[in-house]
C-alpha cells in the first residue's frame, strides 16, 4: 500500500497517564482504518506491506513520531518494552512546566514535552525503516535553485496593542476564569463557553476588534491595517519589474541565462494567508466582513482589483490552474488564501517576491507548506521577502512562540 501526504495519518489512540499540554490520547478514525488495513496486509507480507511519504512526517508533536513508529516499526517497540505511549515517552521526552500566557493575556504554568533525549537510539530505530532527504539535500540533487529569504529568515512585524483590544482582554479574563470553574451537570452536559472559543475570540480580536465589537470605528493600527498598508507598497513598488520568459538553450544543450524575452506584464507577485478572519462564514457571524474591508482599502489606494484574486473563489480544477498561471504571467499580482487552500498544490510562484503571513498556524508543517509556496524552484526572484505580523500582548505572541518550539 503506497500512502502519500502520510502525515494526515499522524493520530493513533494510545492510553496515556500523563497531563502535557498538546498531548492527546484521542485518534482519527481514518488513521485507525488505516493501521487496520496495514496490519492485514503485513500479515501477508512481512515487511513489504507499507510504504508512507510526507514531506513533514512531523507536523505538531512528539507524540506523533509513536505513530509513525506503531505504523512502521510495531514489533520493534513490542520487542525494547516501548509498545505503549508512558513507556515510549519516558524512554524519548522530557517534560518542562513554563509560564505561558493564556487567551486573556494573564501568564500560568503549563507542562509540555519540550525536548527529545536518547537521541541517537531514536534516530536509529526511525531510520531503520525511513529514508530521509532533507531541504537541502534535495536542492542539491535537483540543481535546484530556490531564492533566498531577504534577511536570512521572515521578519516579524510586531503591531500595537490597541485600546480596543485592552478592554476586550478584561472580558476574556473573567470568561476564562468561568470557563475553567464550570462542571458539568445534567442540564449543562457541553461547556457553553469552551477554552477553544475563548482563543478564537482573542484571535480574531487581535487581527481586528471590529470582529468583536461589530460597528466599532476603525483603527488604522490593528493589525489587519498593517497588513493591508504592506500589501498597497509592495504593490506599488513592484509595479515597474520586469520578467524574462524560457531562456534559450546553446548548443552545448544548456540555458543561457538572461536569453528569455522580456514578458509583456509588468509588476512582482505577492500571496497573503491567513487562517481567519477572510471567510464567508465569519463574516456572517461576527458581522465584520474583512475581505470586503481589505478591497475597500485597496480600491481606494489606486489598486487595480482586476489583479487581486481570493483562493475560496476558485472551486474547480481548471479555474485554480487558470489562476496560477495568470499569477505566473503577472496578470494577477495579489492572492490571498489560506494554509488549507493555498498551503499544497499551488504553483504560482514564478514572479512571487512577497509572501505576508496575517496570522500564525497551529502546526509546523502548515508554515513549510506556506513558505514552500515562495521558496520554490521556478521563483525568478533571487531574493524574496517574507513578513508575518503579530499584535503585542494577544495570544498571537504565545502562537508564534509555540509554532518556533514544535518546530
Known amino acids: 500500500l503506497m500512502v502519500d501526504e502520510a502525515h494526515e ?26 493501521y487496520m488495513k496495514s496490519q492485514y496486509l503485513e500479515s501477508k507480507t512481512p515487511g513489504r506491506s507499507l510504504v508512507m511519504a510526507s514531506g513533514t512526517p512531523v507536523t505538531n508533536t512528539v507524540a506523533e513520531l509513536y505513530t509513525v513508529q506503531k ?18 515517552a519516558l524512554m524519548f521526552g522530557r517534560e518542562r512546566t513554563v509560564l505561558e500566557p493564556n487567551a486573556a493575556g494573564k501568564y500560568e504554568p503549563v507542562t ?3 525536548k527529545f533525549v536518547n537521541v541517537p537510539e531514536l534516530t536509529q530505530m526511525f531510520r531503520d525503516f525511513a529514508d530521509v532527504v532533507t531541504g537541502d539535500e534535495l536542492a542539491v540533487l535537483l540543481g535546484d535553485e530556490r531564492p533566498k529569504v531577504k534577511g536570512g529568515s521572515r521578519e516579524i512585524i510586531a503591531t500595537p496593542k490597541t485600546p480596543e483590544y485592552a478592554a476586550f482582554q478584561k472580558e476574556l479574563s473573567a470568561r476564562v476564569e468561568e470557563s475553567r470553574l464550570w462542571k458539568p451537570t445534567k442540564e449543562r452536559p457541553n461547556n457553553p463557553d469552551p ?5 478564537g475570540d482573542g484571535r480574531l480580536a487581535a487581527i481586528d476588534h471590529r ?10 493600527d490593528t493589525k489587519l491595517n498593517k497588513l493591508i ?27 543561457i541565462k538572461d536569453s528569455g524575452e522580456i514578458e509583456p506584464n509588468k509588476g512582482a ?11 464567508a462564514g465569519v463574516a456572517a457571524s461576527r458581522g465584520f466582513d474583512a475581505r470586503a474591508w481589505f478591497e475597500k482599502r485597496l480600491r481606494d489606494a489606486g489598486v487595480d482589483m482586476s489583479q487581486v484574486a481570493f483562493m475560496t473563489d476558485y472551486k474547480k480544477s481548471s479555474e ?27 504553483n504560482a510562484q514564478q514572479r512571487l517576491l512577497y509572501e505576508f503571513h496575517l496570522d500564525s498556524p497551529w502546526y509546523p508543517a502548515d508554515m513549510e507548506q506556506r513558505e514552500g509556496r515562495i521558496l520554490r524552484q521556478g521563483n525568478k526572484n533571487p531574493e524574496v521577502i517574507i513578513k508575518a505580523f503579530a499584535a503585542k500582548g494577544t495570544y498571537d505572541e504565545n502562537m508564534w512562540k509555540l509554532l518556533a518550539s514544535k518546530q
Do not use: C, H
Open 71 to 88: 505504523f512502521m516499526a510495531g514489533n520493534v517497540l513490542a520487542e525494547r518494552g516501548l509498545q505503549d505511549f508512558d513507556s515510549w
Open 229 to 255: 498598508d504592506a500589501v498597497i507598497e509592495a504593490y506599488k513598488e513592484s509595479a515597474d519589474m520586469e520578467y524574462r520568459g524560457k531562456p534559450k538553450k546553446g548548443a552545448d544543450g544548456k540555458k
Open 195 to 199: 477554552m477553544i472559543r475563548i482563543i
Open 112 to 114: 509540555r514535552f519540550t
Open 9 to 34: 495519518y499522524r493520530k493513533l489512540d494510545f492510553t496515556t497517564t500523563r497531563q502535557v499540554k498538546g498531548i492527546s490520547p484521542a485518534g482519527s478514525a481514518k488513521a485507525f482504518d488505516l
Open 211 to 220: 470582529f468583536v465589537m461589530p460597528g466599532a470605528p476603525n483603527n488604522p
Open 320 to 346: 485554480k490552474l487558470k489562476l496560477f498561471k495568470d499569477m505566473n504571467a503577472g496578470r494577477k499580482r495579489i492572492l490571498v488564501g489560506s494554509s488549507k487552500n493555498m498551503g499544497t498544490g499551488v
Open 269 to 279: 507577485t505577492m500571496m497573503v494567508f491567513s487562517d481567519l478572519g477572510f471567510g
